[in-house]
């Protein structure tokens, strides 16, 4: 009785599908929607607005060569400024590592008034029972159950801020904001991501 072969095709079409499919699926799903700002500012709250930035730190239009769209913040005399961002938190972390990178314009200077901060902070990573204005050039604020971010930013050259919150509250969605204090100038934000 003659035997009949076996086809692998089917199997090894299988695991090719498989194992593709592990390489391009990243290990964590980006929280954010429209980080990379291809949408417009879709998803995005607040005060930014989508702008594009040239190479030397000055703005373009869409379509001119060599700029990339980021969030602008202007910041304004008295009161702090926001963008921010409910995102869907379908698996409940209880950890989570917020990332942007930010730049300052050339003419930022945060307010030197006290009295336009809530309280003397230093950079670093702080929780908080409150929405507090720290005395800083930018954070990361995510609640519920606040908790921040701080960082000091330099005119003219781009430095990336990075948050990583645990033992946090399990929630399905997360507000994030990314805030500017009182004062003059503008800071510019790109790539924005967050992942438990």
Same mark, same amino acid.
């Given at each position: 009785?003659?035997? %009949? ?7 090894? !079409? %299988? ?9 391009? !699926? ?13 949408e417009?500012?879709?998803?995005? #709250?607040?005060?930014g =607005?989508?702008?594009?930035l040239?190479?030397?730190?000055? =703005? ?5 060569? @060599? ?8 910041? /304004?005399?008295?009161?702090?400024? =926001?963008? $921010?961002?409910?995102i ?8 989570? #590592?917020?990332?942007? =990178? ?5 003419d ?7 009295? @336009? ?11 908080? /029972? ?23 930013? %330099?005119?003219?050259?781009? $430095? ?9 509250e ?8 990314f ?13 924005? %991501?967050a992942?438990?």
């Amino acid at each position: 009785m003659p035997s %009949t072969p076996i086809s692998f095709k089917p199997l090894l !079409s %299988t695991g090719i599908a498989v194992i593709t499919l592990a390489l391009i !699926s990243p290990l964590h799903a980006d929280y954010f929607k429209n980080g990379d700002l291809k949408e417009g500012i879709a998803g995005w #709250h607040g005060d930014g =607005e989508r702008v594009f930035l040239k190479a030397d730190g000055t =703005e373009g239009a869409d379509g001119d060569a @060599d700029v990339i769209p980021v969030i602008k913040l202007k910041l /304004s005399s008295g009161q702090p400024r =926001e963008v $921010s961002q409910e995102i869907n938190l379908h698996d409940s972390p209880t950890t989570l #590592h917020v990332k942007i =990178e930010i730049f300052a314009s050339a003419d930022f200077k945060r307010s030197a008034f006290p009295q @336009d901060y809530t309280k003397t902070w230093k950079t670093g990573t702080y929780y908080w /029972s409150n929405i507090i204005i720290p005395s800083c050039d930018f954070w990361i604020r995510g609640g519920p159950g606040w908790f921040y971010k701080l960082a000091q930013a %330099t005119p003219g050259s781009w $430095s990336t801020v990075e948050g990583s919150f645990d033992n946090l509250e399990s929630v399905q969605t997360r507000v994030i904001s990314f805030c500017v204090p009182p004062g003059s100038g503008t800071l510019y934000l790109k790539n924005a %991501t967050a992942v438990p």
